[in-house]
C-alpha cells in the first residue's frame, strides 16, 4: 500500500489502538448496592462481623471493579467463620450472594463481567457460653525409694 490508502490505514490503526486502550484503562464499576444482615440483633457481633468483611471496605474505598469483589466475596466466608468463631458462634449460616448467585457456587473461570448488587445474609446461631476450662493437674508418679 501506498499513498493515501497507507495513510488511511495508519490513522484507523491508530483509532483502533487508542480506542481499546481507553477501554481496557477504565475500570469497570457497577456495583449498585451491598446489602449486610445479621440476624439476632446484636449489633456488637454485626460490627464486628461488618468491620471483618473485605467487600465493606471494598466498598467504603470506591473499589468496585467486579473481579475484585467477586474474590473479596469468595474471601469474606472465611473471614466472617473466623470472626463468629472468635465470638463463640459455632453454628453460623453465611449466604453471600452476587447479583442473586451464591458466590461460592460461580467458578473462579467464569467471575461475573459485572456486578450489580451483592447481599451478605449472616445468621450467626446461638453462642456458646463456656463456663469453665477443664482442669487438669499433672499426674505425679511415686517413686519407690531404692
Not at 444482615?37 to 470506591?62: F, H, I, M
Not at 463463640?88 to 453465611?94: E, L, P, T
Not at 456486578?115 to 453462642?127: F, N, R
Request: net charge neutral; proline share 6%; with cysteine.
Amino acid at each position: 500500500m501506498c499513498g493515501p490508502r497507507r495513510k488511511e490505514s495508519q490513522r484507523v490503526s491508530k483509532a483502533a489502538i487508542a480506542l481499546l486502550a481507553g477501554l481496557f484503562a477504565t475500570p469497570l464499576t457497577a456495583l449498585d448496592s451491598l446489602s449486610f444482615q445479621v440476624a439476632g440483633g446484636d449489633e456488637d457481633l454485626a460490627k464486628t462481623l461488618r468491620s471483618a468483611s473485605l467487600l465493606v471496605a471494598q466498598e467504603a474505598e470506591g473499589q468496585t471493579a467486579p473481579l475484585d469483589l467477586y474474590a473479596a466475596a469468595r474471601a469474606d466466608y472465611g473471614r466472617l467463620l473466623n470472626a463468629l468463631y472468635a465470638s463463640g458462634h459455632y453454628s453460623a449460616v453465611i449466604t453471600i450472594r452476587i447479583d442473586g448467585r451464591e458466590a461460592a457456587d460461580i467458578a473462579a473461570l467464569n467471575a461475573p463481567a459485572t456486578i450489580s448488587q451483592i447481599s451478605v445474609t449472616v445468621d450467626p446461631g446461638p453462642a456458646v457460653q463456656v463456663l469453665g476450662r477443664p482442669h487438669r493437674t499433672p499426674a505425679t508418679r511415686h517413686c519407690p525409694s531404692a
